[in-house]
């Protein structure tokens, strides 16, 4: 009796359809506002505010960057508590304002609730003079001129907080009062 499973090969439909499958369950992004997976093993970079994920990284932290002083930046090192992204642009009114709040706040959550600014909107120089004049250099700042991960996470105006749980969601998105983001951060860290 012949083997019938010498005479069954997939087609070319069959096999893209395999293909897409595999790449979907994989994570792997498509379009212009894909970003990079992150490295094998999750490393984090000396920018990233822990020592590697601490559970399984959710896509909404699946991307990377460079921060204004030029080193990596992996989300995926937050992985497993909730995190603030700070999106803002150094001439903005409402961010200066915010920052003053932000650099006060920020050294206390940093092992907890890291807050992350992600910085748009602006040329390099004036991004960096931003996070000197109201001192939040030691916090990392996500130099994203080309407006990538505003996109990514719908940002369509600065300031904006966009607060993460510690499962990956994004639990609030939008402006905040420097006493209600740190009631809320508060609230994240306990």
Request: aromatic letters at 8%; hydrophobic letters at 45%; a negative charge.
């Amino acid at each position: 009796m012949g083997s019938v499973t010498s005479t069954l090969r997939p087609t070319g439909a069959v096999t893209a359809a395999l293909l897409a499958a595999v790449l979907a369950t994989a994570g792997c992004g498509t379009g212009p506002d894909a970003e990079a997976a992150p490295p094998a093993g999750g490393a984090p970079s000396a920018a990233s505010p822990s020592t590697g994920p601490t559970g399984p990284v959710p896509d909404t932290l699946r991307f990377t960057g460079t921060t204004l002083d030029g080193a990596a930046f992996d989300a995926a090192s937050l992985a497993g508590r909730p995190a603030v992204l700070w999106f803002w642009a150094p001439w903005c009114a409402s961010c200066a304002s915010q920052a003053w709040t932000i650099a006060e706040i920020e050294p206390g959550f940093r092992a907890t609730v890291p807050i992350i600014g992600v910085a748009g909107l602006g040329e390099r120089k004036a991004m960096t003079d931003f996070v000197t004049e109201f001192e939040l250099g030691p916090m990392p700042q996500i130099e994203d001129r080309a407006g990538t991960l505003w996109r990514r996470f719908g940002v369509v105006e600065q300031s904006t907080f966009v607060i993460i749980d510690r499962d990956g969601r994004v639990i609030h998105q939008g402006w905040l009062d420097g006493e209600d983001l740190t009631r809320r951060v508060t609230a994240l860290a306990a």
